[in-house]
């Protein structure tokens, strides 16, 4: 893993998150408990960076995503982490390569960390 520093971000509370999805905070939670987003306490509040939005949506490769992270070990935190540190074998930051359409190769590296 790099220790690059993170992507910067806004972190959205689960009220923030619930508005700028448009949803109610029992749509939010089942969003997290079903790994479209993933979220962490990090000063305090419950939040999720606003990265993995896109168009007032969860990202849609987000999932499988957070699922391979998941299924190699990782925690939230480190699912989150990993998502916004620079790879460098991708050139620039998980989040970064998967908003920009590059699934693929995302979730190539991230099978590769069991």
Do not use: C
């Amino acid at each position: 893993m790099s220790e690059n520093a993170p992507e910067p971000t806004d972190w959205l509370t689960l009220p923030e998150l619930a508005e700028a999805l448009g949803e109610t905070p029992g749509r939010v939670r089942r969003l997290l408990d079903e790994h479209y987003l993933v979220g962490s306490r990090r000063d305090g509040a419950f939040a999720v960076p606003s990265l993995f939005l896109v168009d007032g949506r969860p990202l849609p490769s987000l999932r499988g995503t957070i699922i391979a992270l998941q299924d190699a070990g990782f925690d939230d935190d480190e699912v989150i982490d990993w998502l916004l540190a620079q790879e460098d074998s991708l050139g620039r930051s998980p989040i970064a390569a998967l908003r920009d359409g590059h699934k693929s190769a995302v979730r190539s590296i991230a099978r590769t960390l069991a």
